[in-house]
């Protein structure tokens, strides 16, 4: 790990086809806080040759995790890419603040505009910051976003948190969730690591940040305008700057479109400001500059196994319920080309697996879109009911 020089340090983690958006907010720390230190976590190859005429950039594999091989392979293979970057998250900070009193993660496509100046003394007070999607009540029949969205995916946004050694104990309390738990799995109410901090922030007494200038981005454009004026980028909350942008679902190539993350053209929303064009197309410029410099984009390394299959999201749901139901069991590796004799029949033997699972999430969907039908059966045959409720909650393997 880098020197320390500095009692904080930024981190971001990819694979490598996100490459261009890290370098982007490597661009971005290096004009705001050029002292600060970058590191980024490449989850699906080495790229160490980026530090080369790139001061203060530290670029990293698994190997820094403290897992095995093994263990990373197992990972990789249970978790689809997102999944997997999102999950290994608190240990990249553990091993961070082995170095570092404070270290910041930030979303790979996040850009900061201005230093963040405000965390220092709050890590030293709180140990966790956190920033909330929005922090104004959300009028009804707003056609962007409603408060839905926090009951779907969570509370806080975590392309953005920020810990000190104070908040070691919910890095390890979140990664007893996430080593297994990191799933997008709405039908259980899990979304990868957010919904899991609107419980870890209470019980470790996270400060949940109520600066409009931090981790602004698509889902709170309603309530967060900005402007560049006289050099400087200014919120209309009076006082307070614009930190930290989030390009979540934006498109370097359309830059004025905002996002593609809605189901509506954001240029038509009345949300868009002549500072955020401005902003967008300066990241945009960054962004494809960089890809310019990388070349086309590698495939995810972990999509497909050692035969060159791909792996769909519902074997990896059935490998990770098998893992789950015995650590010990010598399940073949995927990604290992002296186990792919054996991962292949693996995989060739899961097809009842994978139908029993397709069978348990119907029946889970199916019991909060019938619900007069699903309490019928409930009263009417409660020993089936209580037979096939075990048998979705097990084969789910979600601690609940």
Not at 286 to 303: K, T
Not at 318 to 323: F, H, I, S
Request: with cysteine; net charge negative.
């Amino acid at each position: 790990m880098p020197d320390v020089t500095l009692r904080g340090v930024y981190c971001t983690i990819v694979a490598q086809n996100y490459l261009p958006q890290a370098l982007a907010l490597y661009a971005s720390v290096r004009e705001q806080e050029p002292d600060r230190d970058l590191v980024i976590l490449v989850v699906d190859g080495d790229r160490s040759d980026l530090e080369q005429g790139r001061p203060r950039l530290k670029v990293v594999g698994t190997d820094v995790l403290g897992l095995s091989a093994r263990e990373v392979e197992d990972l990789a293979m249970i978790y689809d890419v997102v999944e997997f970057s999102t999950a290994v998250k608190p240990l990249l900070l553990l091993r961070l603040l082995e170095t570092y009193e404070q270290a910041i993660y930030l979303d790979p496509d996040t850009f900061v505009v201005s230093p963040l100046d405000e965390l220092e003394p709050l890590l030293d007070e709180f140990g966790i910051v956190l920033t909330p999607h929005f922090q104004k009540p959300i009028k009804p029949g707003e056609a962007l976003v409603s408060e839905v969205h926090s009951l779907t995916v969570g509370v806080h946004n975590l392309g953005f948190c920020a810990v000190g050694r104070g908040g070691i104990p919910f890095l390890e309390w979140w990664w007893t969730h996430l080593e297994r738990e990191c799933l997008i799995y709405p039908l259980l109410g899990i979304f990868v690591d957010q919904k899991w901090t609107d419980i870890g922030s209470m019980l470790f007494s996270a400060h949940s940040l109520r600066h409009f200038g931090y981790n602004v981005g698509p889902w709170n454009l309603h309530e967060r305008g900005f402007e560049l004026k006289n050099g400087e980028w200014l919120m209309t909350q009076p006082g307070e700057h614009l930190r930290l942008y989030h390009f979540s679902g934006f498109d370097p190539t359309e830059p004025e479109a905002i996002s593609i993350r809605f189901n509506l053209d954001l240029r038509d929303s009345g949300i868009g400001s002549e500072g955020l064009t401005t902003l967008s197309k300066k990241y945009a410029a960054l962004v494809l500059d960089a890809r310019s410099i990388l070349g086309p984009s590698p495939a995810y390394g972990f999509n497909v196994d050692s035969n060159g299959k791909k792996l769909s999201t519902q074997l990896r749901r059935v490998y990770r319920q098998q893992l789950v139901s015995d650590d010990t069991a010598a399940l073949p590796s995927a990604f290992d080309p002296a186990d792919s004799k054996a991962f292949a029949r693996w995989r060739r033997g899961t097809l009842p697996a994978r139908n029993r699972l397709t069978a348990s999430n119907a029946s889970i969907a199916a019991k909060y879109a019938f619900p007069d039908t699903f309490h019928r059966v409930r009263k009417g045959l409660p020993n089936l009911f209580r037979s096939a409720r075990a048998g979705l909650l097990s084969g789910a393997k979600v601690r609940r």
